[in-house]
């Protein structure tokens, strides 16, 4: 109660503070209509490496949640030097307002700690959570708890995340530090721990403490050293050792140890239970989408693009909330980047979705498969079977080229190689296997969206949102 009293009277004082500095600093830009109410409860939803093409070709799989929502706006990505962001810059300017150099997480360029929209809702006495689809010290979550120069200090960006005693910091495991060693550390930190049994996660009725939920690794990396994989994909298929059936099974490389894994979308609802239940004052909830970017990186569309639709589902469950909520709620969704510089055409052909299903189904080794030991002659009696006849002279290099090298894993590389052309002759074509520098969507919807509308730098996320706790 002490406690209480003690936080009213600061926060009143602060509240004070930020009302003088407004009037003083009075410009008449457009944040300023938003400042005089906080929304009760707000979802930061980030698509990760969710370029606008990514959305475009998803909306040919169905009708997306995103789309349901009024306010859309456009993100400028580029780092504080101007150039490409990686992760870890553009998370920090979503989390923390402010643009960095590639690699800083919750730092500015000179390596000053900056604080989190997160971090601000939690000394306001909001609850935090935090979720991902791939590991819980990776940029995107790190940069709402971390601050540290360079992204792979994993062990470190851990053990932040354990002091940060956020409510819920949930991912579908950990980099860089044995699971069994970061359980072992976050009991002695005093968080409540599901690590292995995540049925009793999901039976939880309350959160008693901070809490920490990820799941065990169930993907094995089956990557030889031949392989000729560009720097930016194996970066990016890190994550992949990370559960996600639907994803990892179909992607290039990988070898699924274990099933059976709750979808996003499954943690995301009771994460949404947990932290609304019992709670007056409200919180702050960030989900990403972690894997659409590891699709993009190792161009391929379909896993991109389930990767996508399971994010778009994240989206449900916050609009089923807002919906409940309306006057209460704010839900932004956007990107931290574009990966892979997708490029498709104007308009979709007719059962475009179908058929990049198919062309994943028939090349990543599933049904059909070339094997280490075939010939051009095979190669192109395989590839007409599947409906790719009269190879290009550029297209028939491609396979050439596979076949003289002395990979080990030819397999993989005619199979990815075919699946490129497949997709190619739909007009997807991507453009890098890294991230560019275009502009992401932003879209939003509830208590301040209009705030969040236009053509606007990435930083202005984290800036607007953190205005929200800085002047209670
Ligand atoms: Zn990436």
Redo the contacts with the bound molecule.
């Keep these: 109660m002490k406690k209480l009293k003690m936080f009213v009277f600061l926060s009143g004082a602060v509240s004070m503070l930020l009302l003088f500095q407004a009037c003083a600093f009075t410009t008449g830009t457009d944040e300023k209509a938003g400042e005089s109410s906080s929304p009760k409860y707000v979802f930061l939803l980030i698509g990760?490496?969710m370029g606008q093409n990514s959305v475009k070709l998803a909306r040919a799989f169905g009708k997306l949640n995103m789309d349901a929502m009024p306010v859309k706006g456009e993100l400028k990505t580029n780092n504080v030097l101007n150039k490409t962001t990686d992760?870890a810059a553009a998370a920090t300017a979503l989390a923390c307002g402010v643009k960095t150099v590639n690699g800083a997480l919750g730092m500015d360029k000179d390596g000053k700690a900056v604080e989190s929209s997160a971090a601000l809702a939690e000394k306001a006495g909001y609850k935090v959570g935090l979720l991902t689809s791939v590991t819980i010290n990776h940029a995107t979550p790190a940069a709402f708890y971390a601050h540290v120069m360079k992204r792979a200090e994993y062990a470190k960006i851990l053990s932040q995340a354990y002091g940060a005693k956020y409510d819920l910091i949930m991912g579908y495991g950990v980099s860089g530090v044995k699971e069994s060693a970061a359980a072992g550390d976050a009991e002695k930190a005093g968080l409540a721990v599901f690590y292995k049994n995540q049925d009793a996660f999901f039976a939880l009725n309350a959160i008693l403490k901070p809490t920490v939920v990820f799941k065990p690794f169930g993907y094995e990396m089956d990557r030889p050293k031949t392989d000729d994989s560009s720097k930016a994909l194996s970066d990016?298929v890190e994550l992949l050792s990370v559960e996600q059936p639907t994803v990892a099974a179909q992607a290039p490389g990988y070898t699924p140890v274990r099933d059976a894994v709750r979808p996003l979308n499954e943690y995301a609802s009771k994460a949404i239970a947990l932290l609304y239940k019992d709670n007056p004052k409200g919180f702050f909830m960030m989900v990403e989408g972690g894997k659409i970017?590891v699709g993009a990186?190792a161009n391929n569309t379909y896993a991109m693009v389930t990767e996508l639709l399971e994010f778009d589902q994240v989206v449900a469950r916050a609009l089923e909330f807002y919906q409940k909520h309306p006057n209460d709620t704010l839900i932004v969704v956007t990107a931290d980047h574009d990966?892979g510089g997708l490029m498709i055409p104007e308009k979709l052909p007719a059962g475009f979705a179908a058929k990049i299903a198919e062309n994943n189904t028939k090349f990543n080794g599933k049904k059909f498969s070339f094997q280490n030991d075939e010939t051009m002659q095979s190669v192109q009696e395989k590839l007409a079977k599947q409906g790719i006849a009269n190879l290009t002279a550029a297209e028939k290099e491609s396979f050439e080229k596979i076949l003289k090298s002395n990979s080990k894993n030819k397999r993989t590389a005619l199979n990815q190689n075919a699946l490129r052309i497949a997709d190619t002759r739909l007009g997807v074509i991507w453009k890098t296997k890294g991230?560019t520098a275009q502009n992401v969507f932003l879209f939003a919807i509830g208590k301040g969206a209009e705030q969040f509308s236009g053509v606007r730098p990435n930083s202005d996320v984290g800036r607007i949102m953190k205005g929200f706790y800085e002047k209670k």
Aim: net charge negative; glycine share 12%.
């Design positions: 990760d490496g992760s990016a970017d990186h990966t991230h």
